[in-house]
């Protein structure tokens, strides 16, 4: 038997390390929650707005507690995921 659970995006503030920065940012993020067990996960998330100056590479981006592997490519930010 599998346990429910609901998907929703959300847009929340994170912080961008790497390449020498570390910079705020937003983020639109994949929230899985486990309404019977009272917990939730993010899945992934995608940086929507950064300071444009960041040159392409590899980065971490962190959010309430957590933190996934990001990258941007040709001047556009790839999705991050567990």
């Keep these: ?4 659970s609901q998907r929703e995006s959300v847009v929340i503030q994170g912080r961008l390390r790497g390449m020498g920065y570390a910079v705020p940012c937003m983020l639109v993020a994949v929230k ?7 917990m939730f996960e993010y ?7 950064a300071p444009a ?3 392409d590479g590899q980065y971490e ?4 507690g957590r933190a996934m ?3 941007k ?3 556009r ?5 567990v």
């Design 77 to 81: 930010w790839l999705a991050g995921e």
């Design 61 to 64: 981006v962190s959010f309430e």
């Design 1 to 4: 038997m599998s346990i429910p």
């Design 53 to 55: 100056h960041l040159p």
């Design 43 to 49: 899945v992934k998330c995608e940086v929507v707005n």
């Design 69 to 71: 592997e990001v990258q």
């Design 32 to 38: 899985v929650t486990l309404p019977s067990l009272d």
């Design 73 to 75: 490519l040709d001047g």
